[in-house]
């Protein structure tokens, strides 16, 4: 029997090779699709249509070297022809099924690219090695493999079809929902608003969410809902409630209930995925409550005892943990509550500043700010935290009554420092209006506030100087000027 070539052989082995790395690659970011956000989901399907294309190219190559060696049998290499190419259209619908592998056909479209390549490789070794042929004769051997090729083909349209099914179905959901919202009194029960909030849809969930806390009956409704059990827990911050006692009791309460049938069995044996949503809803509600000076070291613990006792838990157990540390209770309330009416003397300064950009609330929330006890060490923790709340407090610092003590002082002047010096210092021939120089720092809160702190007795000296190095190199106007002679008034006699 006529032997083929070294050559074709190591070819079809280096071939060969490649297609099996780019295969398994290719099966990997097949099986995991859909696990990450939007940006993350569609890169992932831009790397997988690009491996399945150069895996089909790599099966064309191997073909190419099996037909040149002659051991191609002309109906396999006609097949080939048409089922190569038509193989690797299945597959990249495969990949468009497998983009949402939670809906139906779940997994499935998987199978044909993850069992074509395979077959065509073997095929093509069955043409180049002789004790092959001779095991299998080239009518079965052609037979199975661009059989099953084309069966496997002709598999992913029965599963398209299924998608689309699915589709219509959703869009049938969808629509009903609508017409449903639509009939919805604007003063219903909270229990006829909650179906609603079931929808992947985020801006109808909004409008959902947006009815709700309109709804001057939502506090009532939330404790019947609490105390009967069919309350979302997901949503407990989210319809802008009061976490009254009444609240953080039947909360913790039904919390109980919700876990005590999840509990497994036998520790280990299911996956967490099981009661992921459910534990991610209470978690949310749990941090709600615990922000809001509600205690719910019982409950944490219960969820994540009962959350451990499944395969591969997620971070949620670790979150779960960290809701019973002491500076977990009342963070919400200290830092950022809700609503102003919230505030208590003992919130952090940045929660009474929250409020302070409201016109309707400035004056109050500044009075406020002005009798905490702690408005000082607050102020140093915020210049200290980020650029947006060092910002705010320079924007404020006049009117917080603040004492200027070396912290703050040092502190603030740092501050300054690091937003003056990026500024853009125009060139002679590049001029540029005082009106810009405060559209780059923000607004003239800087100045401001480097004013108040050379007033009230810091060491500013420097910071004054650079100050008005900077103003100097944008164009006079009577605002400029002003600026300048406030600046030049502050500095320490010799």
């Known amino acids: 029997m006529p032997t083929t070539s070294a050559s074709a052989i190591t070819a079809s082995i280096v071939i060969g090779v490649l297609i099996l790395f780019v295969w398994v ?29 150069i895996l089909w190219m790599l099966l064309a190559a191997l073909l190419i070297v099996c037909g040149m060696a002659g051991r191609l049998p002309w109906p396999a290499a006609l097949a080939a022809v048409i089922l190569l190419p038509a193989s690797g259209f299945a597959a990249i619908t495969a990949l468009d099924l497998l983009a949402d592998h ?12 993850a069992l074509v390549p395979p077959i065509i490789v073997g095929f093509g070794f069955w043409t180049l090695l002789p004790a092959m042929r001779t095991a299998i004769p080239a009518g079965v051997a052609a037979g199975v493999a661009w059989g099953a090729t084309l069966i496997l083909c002709v598999a992913i349209w029965p599963m398209a079809q299924v998608r689309e099914r699915v589709f219509e179905h959703e869009a049938d959901l969808r629509a009903k929902w609508a017409a449903d919202f639509a009939n919805l009194a604007s003063n219903a029960p909270l229990w006829e608003w909650a179906p609603f909030l079931n929808t992947r849809d985020d801006t109808r969930q909004e409008a959902v969410l947006q009815g709700i806390r309109k709804l001057d009956r939502r506090q009532t409704d939330a404790e019947v809902m609490l105390d009967r059990g069919d309350f979302p827990l997901l949503y407990l911050g989210r319809l802008d409630l009061d976490p009254t006692p009444g609240i953080c009791e039947k909360a913790r309460a039904l919390l109980h209930r919700r876990a005590q049938p999840l509990v497994s069995q036998t520790p280990g044996a299911r996956p967490y995925a099981d009661v992921a ?28 005892s009962m959350a451990n006792g499944y395969r591969g838990t997620n971070f949620d157990a670790v979150e779960l943990a960290e809701l019973r540390e002491p500076q ?42 002005r009798t905490l006890d702690h408005r000082m060490a607050d102020a140093v923790e915020m210049l200290n935290h980020d650029e947006y709340e060092a910002a705010t407090v320079l924007s404020y610092m006049p009117a917080l009554d603040l004492e200027a003590a070396e912290p703050l002082c040092l502190t603030s002047l740092k501050v300054l420092h690091d937003q003056f010096a990026p500024i853009y210092r125009p060139r002679p021939d590049d001029p540029r209006s005082y009106d810009e120089l405060l559209s780059r720092l923000g607004s003239d809160s800087p100045l401001t506030a480097l004013q108040w702190l050379a007033s009230h007795g810091c060491d500013a000296d420097g910071a004054l100087t650079e100050a008005e190095e900077l103003v100097r190199n944008y164009q006079d106007s009577p605002d400029r000027a002003a600026m300048l002679a406030s600046l030049a008034q502050l500095h320490r006699k010799p």
């Not at 099966?27 to 399945?52: H, R």
């Not at 939670?102 to 690219?113: E, G, K, M, S």
């Not at 809803?281 to 944490?300: F, N």
Request: hydrophobic share 50%; proline share 5%.
């Open 25 to 53: 690659l290719q099966l990997t970011t097949l099986a995991d699709l859909g696990g990450s956000d939007a940006a993350g989901n569609a890169l992932a399907q831009a790397y997988a249509a690009i491996e399945i294309v």
């Open 277 to 304: 949503e459910e534990v991610a809803a209470a978690l949310a509600a749990m941090k709600w409550l615990v922000g809001y000076g509600c205690s719910c070291d019982a409950e944490s613990l219960v969820w994540e």
């Open 328 to 369: 977990a209770l009342g963070r919400i309330l200290l830092q950022t509550p809700d609503r102003f009416s919230m505030l208590t003397f003992k919130a952090h300064l940045r929660a009474w500043l929250k409020f302070a950009d409201d016109k309707e609330l400035r004056e109050r929330a500044l009075a406020g700010a």
């Open 102 to 113: 939670n809906a139906p056909p779940f997994l499935w479209p998987i199978v044909t690219p």
